[in-house]
């Protein structure tokens, strides 16, 4: 459910084929070093911070026969090991994850689901998040008896189905095992294996939770399909990588396991996992070149054919029709009668509209900027809240798209969640997130104050419980139901917002006494409420609401919920606009702009005329959430009860125990290549990831020495202390050897409310140097003599990735230190300052440089030197600068040192996924782009009392592949292949010529 771990686990793989390195990023699941809670059942080991307690006591009575349904659904026999789960309360949304790496473990970042997302359906957030990720466990850890030998060997990351599986297929199962097996047949315990193998009309209510049941989710699918959109099964099991590709695994792979267990019974899911236990890669899930696949094995019909059969099914289930007959084309020049005119196009954020003016977050560009709509459409647009009279702005001249020059206000990130235009005060009322000093993700509201451009914190906003939704269905108090994103009307002080009720999310409001209602429409899928709109001479009985809604197995349209002297009533447009219509708002009585769909993750902001676009309305009614199940779920409410969320009475006498760092001992054991070295790396950290270790052993082929290191690592909160050691040779005129131990403590801050980071840290080392270093005196440590340093770090960034091909990281960062460095021999040492700065984008530009200013500390192109009257000898700090490979032989310490590098990128050739080359024997690589690149690299240093310069200038083509291999098609392996040139290489004694292979992964 959530990519990152899942990621890690693929870099991991790559890494064991590609013998690449691999760097791994600790996340904090626990924001302090509080002890977490631990209960433990027959099969697992399950983990909460006291705020979860509760939750923790509910999982534990519903985990262990949850397993042991999966477990006899897929025919796989429990291991005798416990399963450790960590629950979470630092971040704001629903996620999750399981994963081998470094050890197998699943954690779930507990939340209520958001009504706008992709989980809404979750009523039971804890049971839905646990039953998806615990079908990966039991998915990916079936081995055949020579993979389980080399898991015991190497640990719980290898796995054959990650090498066997498409991405589509790990997640699809998990999202049908989350649609079709049912909820409330796992908590009670009642299911049979028929029900559990999984009838897909499971009814409403519980039985309708998970994302093939939800029609706003799988319309990503529809929506690809309506415009002609056919992409494979690795395309949608990562090869396709453009922002918002993350979701087409759990689609797409959901329907096509739906697919899968209706054209050959459920039974069909356990023999495609079991068949790719074996892990013969030699066959592959789809076959190479000379050989049939699982896939085509089992189901006897080859894999492009059933997948254009899937494709067909698809399409057959959706109610695509809807699209021809939307009426007249859009026409993006506004010619078209009742048309949408497209304004912007990009990849647009949250949107909100006032006083004739368009707010937008551009995601690409991070900025939050105004449109005026006056301008686009050739006249005044109104505003809202009180701010235009009712009917303004109809038969509106054509917008000319090519004028608009929309106004950057400030700096944002997609984070932002609503924009909410204040008439009173003439500013915008933001919902984003900041991050507290123990790295929570807290919802907060800030007011931008349009004419002094200044952005201000108002408060915190309250944050739902999970299960609030499971809550909403008891017979209980109406103020059990949470509003979300609520927009107070400035007339009434009621607030208007997004309720979840079982399945369902509904608009509702809250009325000033206190008292929560939803309106009484069945549940058709609504996704969003607009703001509300009135005009200025509209009575306080009179607002207007947009809606996105999606009608069965359609695409989203528009529906407006109104208020016209007292009485509510509801249209729903005829027409359904190519690409859907997300998240609209009202510029004035008769336009709305919404968001639409376009491909490979592109949006639009689209201006459209409703009038004579809407349905006859039909009247609505308020009521209580138990009024609205009564009404529209009777078999639901009828079948709830307190029985569905409280803890078994067994589980309240288990014993909760107090520990700090679970699993910290599970280890992976990767083989590892960097450079010229090579070992065997061993990986772990605690179940929370706020204690983390690694230990590495191997060969350095450079020096023809050992290596070895060590590093642990602490965090809690926004502190990190590390502390690392390492023995390895050094290659300068002879062998050196260098034993250091170090440590730093870092305090990181993320600025507000553009996501900058600011980090200030302390660092030591210390190290002992052996001038000469025989191989056979690795176990006789004799140091000629002892450095050390200590220094103060200052670092800030501001980068990011762009969303668009070929991905490049946009933003600048600035660094600087001030270190002493120290020798045990007489003379040697002194202070240096160091700093840095890079620039990012298509043209690239970073400079580095360091001084000694008062002698004792020199610096060469791959090295850093304790220099004393001519004589030098080695640091115990690392270069403040990147190793200058083309003049990394040249060993003249100078007093100080400055390296800069530009680099443009000349081309990106984008493949299309779909250059794939298929191979005998073994998997099939595809090729997703291609990008050159051309630079200028320069030192300035001192040789011989002089100033001087060393430059080279620079060619690299990078081939961006995939292997067609499991879960690492989503993996991007990058081939380097660079040429450089030294352009003073008579001088400093190299070789004028550097040819350079690089092989990496990225994710």
Same mark, same amino acid.
């Given at each position: 459910?959530?990519?990152?771990?899942?990621?890690?686990?693929?870099?991991?793989?790559?890494?064991?084929?590609?013998?690449?390195?691999?760097?791994?990023?600790?996340?904090?699941?626990?924001?302090?070093?509080?002890?977490?809670?631990?209960? !433990?059942?027959?099969?697992?080991?399950?983990?909460?911070?006291?705020?979860?307690?509760?939750?923790?006591?509910?999982?534990?009575?519903?985990?262990?026969?949850?397993?042991?349904?999966?477990?006899?659904?897929?025919?796989?026999?429990?291991?005798?090991?416990?399963?450790?789960?960590?629950?979470?309360?630092?971040?704001?949304?629903?996620?999750?994850?399981?994963?081998?790496?470094?050890?197998? !473990?699943?954690?779930?970042?507990?939340?209520?689901?958001?009504?706008?997302?992709?989980?809404?359906?979750?009523?039971?957030?804890?049971?839905?998040?646990?039953?998806?990720?615990?079908?990966?466990?039991?998915?990916?850890?079936?081995?055949?008896?020579?993979?389980?030998?080399?898991?015991?060997?190497?640990?719980?990351?290898?796995?054959?189905?990650?090498?066997?599986?498409?991405?589509?297929?790990?997640?699809?199962?998990?999202?049908?095992?989350?649609?079709?097996?049912?909820?409330?047949?796992?908590?009670?315990?009642?299911?049979?294996?028929?029900?559990? #193998?999984?009838?897909?009309?499971?009814?409403?209510?519980?039985?309708?939770?998970?994302?093939?049941?939800?029609?706003?989710?799988?319309?990503?699918?529809?929506?690809?399909?309506?415009?002609?959109?056919?992409?494979?099964?690795?395309?949608?099991?990562?090869?396709?990588?453009?922002?918002?590709?993350?979701?087409?695994?759990?689609?797409?792979?959901?329907?096509?396991?739906?697919?899968?267990?209706?054209?050959?019974?459920?039974?069909?899911?356990?023999?495609?996992?079991?068949?790719?236990?074996?892990?013969?890669?030699?066959?592959?899930? =789809?076959?190479?070149?000379?050989?049939?696949?699982?896939?085509?094995?089992?189901?006897?019909?080859?894999?492009?054919?059933?997948?254009?059969?899937?494709?067909?099914?698809?399409?057959?289930?959706?109610?695509?029709?809807?699209?021809?007959?939307?009426?007249?084309?859009?026409?993006?020049?506004?010619?078209?009668?009742?048309?949408?005119?497209?304004?912007?196009?990009?990849?647009?954020?949250?949107?909100?509209?006032?006083?004739?003016?368009?707010?937008?977050?551009?995601?690409?560009?991070?900025?939050?900027?105004?449109?005026?709509?006056?301008?686009?459409?050739?006249?005044?647009?109104?505003?809202?809240?009180?701010?235009?009279?009712?009917?303004?702005?109809?038969?509106?001249?054509?917008?000319?798209?090519?004028?608009?020059?929309?106004?950057?206000?400030?700096?944002?990130?997609?984070?932002?969640?609503?924009?909410?235009?204040?008439?009173?005060?003439?500013?915008?009322?933001?919902?984003?997130?900041?991050?507290?000093?123990?790295?929570?993700?807290?919802?907060?509201?800030?007011?931008?104050?349009?004419?002094?451009?200044?952005?201000?914190?108002?408060? =915190?906003?309250?944050?739902?419980?999970?299960?609030?939704?499971?809550?909403?269905?008891?017979?209980?108090?109406?103020?059990?139901?949470?509003?979300?994103?609520?927009?107070?009307?400035?007339?009434?002080?009621?607030?208007?917002?997004?309720?979840?009720?079982?399945?369902?999310?509904?608009?509702?409001?809250?009325?000033?006494?206190?008292?929560?209602?939803?309106?009484?429409?069945?549940?058709?899928?609504?996704?969003?409420?607009?703001?509300?709109?009135?005009?200025?001479?509209?009575?306080?009985?009179?607002?207007?609401?947009?809606?996105?809604?999606?009608?069965?197995?359609?695409?989203?349209?528009?529906?407006?919920?109104?208020?016209?002297?007292?009485?509510?009533?509801?249209?729903?447009?005829?027409?359904?606009?190519?690409?859907?219509?997300?998240?609209?708002?009202? &510029?004035?009585?008769?336009?709305?702009?919404?968001?639409?769909?376009?491909?490979?993750?592109?949006?639009?902001?689209?201006?459209?005329?409703?009038?004579?676009?809407?349905?006859?309305?039909?009247?609505?009614?308020?009521?209580?959430? &138990?009024?609205?199940?009564?009404?529209?779920?009777?078999?639901?409410?009828?079948?709830?009860?307190?029985?569905?969320?409280?803890?078994?009475?067994?589980?309240?006498?288990?014993?909760?125990?107090?520990?700090?760092?679970?699993?910290?001992?599970?280890?992976?054991?990767?083989?590892?290549?960097?450079?010229?070295?090579?070992?065997?790396?061993?990986?772990?950290?605690?179940?929370?990831?706020?204690?983390?270790?690694?230990?590495?052993?191997?060969?350095?082929?450079?020096? #023809?020495?050992?290596?070895?290191?060590?590093?642990?690592?602490?965090?809690?909160?926004?502190?990190?202390?590390?502390?690392?050691?390492?023995?390895?040779?050094?290659?300068?005129?002879?062998?050196?050897?260098?034993?250091?131990?170090?440590?730093?403590?870092?305090?990181?801050?993320?600025?507000?409310?553009?996501?900058?980071?600011?980090?200030?840290?302390?660092?030591?080392?210390?190290?002992?140097?052996?001038?000469?270093?025989?191989?056979?005196?690795?176990?006789?440590?004799?140091?000629?003599?002892?450095?050390?340093?200590?220094?103060?770090?200052? =670092?800030?960034?501001?980068?990011?990735?762009?969303?668009?091909?070929?991905?490049?990281?946009?933003?600048?960062?600035?660094?600087?230190?001030?270190?002493?460095?120290?020798?045990?021999?007489?003379?040697?040492?002194?202070?240096?300052?160091?700093?840095?700065?890079?620039?990012?984008?298509?043209?690239?530009?970073?400079?580095?440089?360091?001084?000694?200013?008062?002698?004792?500390?020199?610096?060469?192109?791959?090295?850093?030197?304790?220099?004393?009257?001519?004589?030098?000898?080695?640091?115990?700090?690392?270069?403040?600068?990147?190793?200058?490979?083309?003049?990394?032989?040249?060993?003249?310490?100078?007093?100080?040192?400055?390296?800069?590098?530009?680099?443009?990128?000349?081309?990106?050739?984008?493949?299309?996924?779909?250059?794939?080359?298929?191979?005998?024997?073994?998997?099939?690589?595809?090729?997703?782009?291609?990008?050159?690149?051309?630079?200028?690299?320069?030192?300035?240093?001192?040789?011989?009392?002089?100033?001087?310069?060393?430059?080279?200038?620079?060619?690299?083509? =990078?081939?961006?592949?995939?292997?067609?291999?499991?879960?690492?098609?989503?993996?991007?392996?990058?081939?380097?292949?660079?040429?450089?040139?030294?352009?003073?290489?008579?001088?400093?004694?190299?070789?004028?010529?550097?040819?350079?292979?690089?092989?990496?992964?990225?994710?």
């Amino acid at each position: 459910m959530c990519a990152k771990k899942d990621r890690l686990v693929r870099a991991a793989l790559l890494l064991v084929l590609l013998a690449c390195a691999l760097g791994t990023a600790y996340a904090q699941f626990l924001g302090s070093l509080e002890p977490v809670l631990h209960v !433990r059942t027959d099969f697992f080991d399950i983990y909460a911070p006291r705020s979860l307690e509760s939750q923790a006591m509910r999982l534990s009575s519903f985990a262990d026969r949850t397993y042991v349904m999966l477990c006899e659904f897929f025919g796989v026999k429990a291991p005798d090991k416990r399963i450790p789960v960590l629950l979470s309360d630092t971040q704001y949304s629903l996620n999750g994850y399981t994963t081998l790496y470094p050890s197998n !473990r699943i954690v779930i970042l507990l939340a209520s689901a958001d009504p706008r997302s992709q989980l809404a359906t979750m009523q039971d957030e804890l049971s839905s998040v646990f039953l998806h990720e615990l079908v990966h466990y039991v998915t990916l850890n079936e081995r055949s008896r020579v993979w389980l030998a080399a898991s015991w060997l190497l640990g719980d990351w290898v796995a054959p189905e990650v090498w066997m599986m498409p991405q589509a297929m790990v997640e699809g199962t998990a999202v049908w095992a989350e649609s079709r097996l049912g909820e409330e047949a796992l908590l009670s315990g009642a299911a049979t294996k028929e029900k559990a #193998q999984g009838a897909s009309d499971t009814g409403a209510g519980l039985s309708r939770g998970g994302r093939l049941n939800d029609l706003a989710a799988l319309e990503v699918v529809r929506l690809e399909r309506a415009r002609g959109q056919a992409r494979s099964l690795w395309e949608v099991s990562g090869l396709a990588d453009f922002y918002g590709a993350g979701s087409l695994p759990y689609l797409y792979g959901g329907l096509f396991v739906d697919f899968l267990s209706e054209r050959f019974g459920p039974g069909m899911l356990a023999r495609l996992w079991h068949a790719s236990a074996g892990g013969n890669l030699c066959i592959g899930f =789809d076959g190479t070149l000379t050989s049939k696949g699982v896939l085509e094995q089992e189901t006897g019909t080859a894999p492009p054919q059933l997948w254009q059969e899937f494709l067909a099914w698809v399409d057959e289930e959706s109610a695509l029709s809807d699209t021809r007959e939307a009426g007249p084309p859009e026409d993006l020049h506004g010619g078209g009668t009742g048309g949408a005119r497209e304004l912007i196009s990009g990849y647009v954020g949250a949107v909100g509209s006032g006083d004739g003016l368009l707010y937008f977050v551009d995601l690409d560009r991070r900025g939050l900027y105004a449109l005026s709509l006056g301008s686009a459409v050739g006249g005044a647009v109104g505003g809202h809240n009180n701010d235009q009279e009712d009917g303004a702005g109809e038969n509106l001249p054509e917008p000319i798209t090519s004028a608009l020059r929309p106004e950057r206000l400030l700096v944002v990130d997609g984070t932002l969640r609503n924009i909410f235009f204040n008439g009173r005060f003439g500013a915008l009322e933001l919902d984003w997130i900041r991050i507290d000093a123990q790295n929570r993700q807290i919802p907060a509201r800030y007011r931008y104050d349009i004419k002094s451009r200044s952005l201000t914190y108002e408060y =915190d906003l309250p944050v739902p419980a999970p299960g609030n939704a499971l809550v909403s269905l008891q017979d209980k108090s109406r103020n059990d139901i949470f509003l979300y994103d609520p927009w107070e009307d400035p007339e009434t002080s009621i607030r208007y917002g997004l309720a979840r009720v079982g399945t369902a999310v509904l608009p509702a409001r809250q009325l000033p006494q206190g008292c929560l209602e939803v309106a009484g429409i069945p549940d058709s899928a609504i996704r969003w409420l607009s703001p509300g709109f009135r005009g200025r001479t509209e009575s306080a009985d009179s607002v207007r609401f947009a809606l996105s809604t999606v009608p069965d197995n359609g695409l989203s349209r528009l529906a407006v919920l109104e208020e016209k002297d007292g009485t509510w009533q509801l249209s729903v447009a005829r027409n359904v606009p190519s690409g859907g219509l997300h998240q609209p708002v009202f &510029t004035d009585a008769s336009h709305i702009v919404y968001r639409k769909a376009k491909e490979d993750g592109q949006t639009a902001l689209c201006l459209l005329d409703i009038y004579g676009q809407l349905s006859s309305p039909v009247p609505v009614a308020w009521l209580s959430p &138990t009024e609205w199940v009564a009404r529209y779920a009777p078999e639901v409410s009828a079948a709830v009860d307190g029985s569905q969320f409280a803890p078994a009475q067994h589980a309240r006498t288990l014993r909760l125990r107090p520990t700090m760092f679970p699993e910290l001992f599970s280890t992976s054991r990767l083989p590892y290549a960097d450079g010229s070295r090579v070992g065997l790396d061993f990986i772990a950290c605690d179940l929370t990831e706020r204690l983390a270790w690694t230990a590495f052993a191997g060969w350095d082929f450079a020096t #023809q020495r050992p290596a070895l290191s060590a590093d642990a690592q602490l965090a809690a909160g926004a502190w990190r202390f590390r502390v690392n050691a390492a023995d390895q040779g050094v290659s300068t005129s002879s062998v050196a050897r260098r034993t250091t131990g170090g440590a730093t403590l870092a305090w990181t801050r993320t600025l507000l409310p553009s996501f900058q980071g600011l980090s200030v840290n302390l660092h030591a080392a210390f190290a002992g140097v052996q001038n000469n270093y025989a191989a056979g005196g690795f176990f006789d440590l004799a140091p000629d003599y002892y450095a050390w340093t200590t220094g103060l770090g200052l =670092d800030f960034s501001s980068t990011y990735d762009s969303r668009t091909p070929p991905y490049d990281t946009l933003g600048f960062s600035l660094s600087g230190a001030i270190d002493y460095d120290s020798a045990s021999v007489a003379g040697f040492g002194g202070i240096s300052l160091s700093a840095s700065a890079s620039l990012n984008g298509r043209l690239r530009a970073s400079i580095y440089g360091a001084v000694a200013p008062a002698g004792g500390v020199a610096f060469a192109p791959a090295a850093r030197y304790l220099a004393s009257k001519g004589s030098s000898m080695l640091s115990a700090a690392d270069v403040p600068y990147p190793e200058y490979r083309e003049y990394r032989g040249f060993l003249s310490p100078s007093a100080w040192y400055v390296f800069g590098e530009t680099r443009y990128r000349l081309f990106s050739l984008e493949a299309g996924w779909g250059w794939v080359l298929r191979l005998p024997f073994m998997p099939s690589f595809a090729l997703r782009r291609i990008v050159g690149n051309f630079g200028l690299r320069g030192a300035g240093l001192d040789i011989g009392g002089r100033p001087s310069l060393l430059s080279s200038a620079f060619a690299a083509v =990078d081939f961006d592949c995939a292997v067609l291999a499991g879960l690492a098609a989503e993996a991007h392996v990058h081939l380097t292949i660079e040429a450089a040139w030294a352009f003073q290489a008579s001088t400093a004694n190299v070789s004028p010529l550097c040819i350079s292979i690089g092989l990496r992964t990225s994710l």
